[in-house]
């Protein structure tokens, strides 16, 4: 073989391999992005049970929000031994999303497991794509495009925010889950908001003994 046809393989072969090293660099220099989150302070999350009207539900306290996914997945450790802290942790992570899309959507992805969840290499949206996972393509759009219709629909799931007040949350923030169905492989929580007439379904599951969300569709839609 000629030392041109040599040389022209070798172009042809460094071509295409191109493209593969351009895709892996984007994946690294994604989960590297930050959008300047601040990283801020450590947020004190806690799980509790109150007696509401004779009833029990199940409030989830946070002495503030977290915006960093650093900060986000300490939260999420001192909460993900329930359904109910693994449900409040994905609409902390819509609330993310709404003021830090990159850092929200690495939020997110960290919040669910299961179905919810996919193989990085098959997404098509660079974004959603954070620690060797992401979300399902179509919920993945379904969330943004939701989020960006309804502005204040992660606020909707705070307690005391409401339409009135142009639901503005204030400290502590609160997540209130009033009731909740047990089947074996799964457990549904309802939250509260006065965003909508009714409680509104999560559905978590335990993942290596931690709980992660799996199905999510219901807090999705729109709020008054």
Known sequence: MSNDLITNQKMKNLLLFIPILLALFACEALEGVRENVPLGEAVTATLSTENQSGADVVVITLDKLPYHIQRFKETQAQLENSPEGAAAMFLLAMHIYRQYPIEGSKALITA?????????????????????????????????????????????????????????????????????????????????????????????????????????????SGIQ
């Open 112 to 220: 669910c497991g299961g179905a919810a969840t996919k193989d990085a290499s098959q997404a098509s949206n660079p974004t959603n794509r954070f620690e060797g996972r992401a979300l399902l393509d179509v919920e993945y759009a379904r969330i943004v495009e939701q989020i960006e219709r309804y502005p204040n629909l992660a606020n909707a799931y705070f307690k005391g925010a409401t339409p009135a007040n142009g639901y503005i949350a204030s400290q502590p923030f609160k997540i209130e889950f009033p009731s909740k169905q047990v089947s074996e492989s799964s457990t549904k929580v309802f939250v509260r908001t006065a965003g909508a007439a009714s409680n509104r379904p999560i559905r978590a599951i335990q993942v290596n003994g931690k709980w992660r969300v799996e199905e999510y569709s219901s807090v999705l």
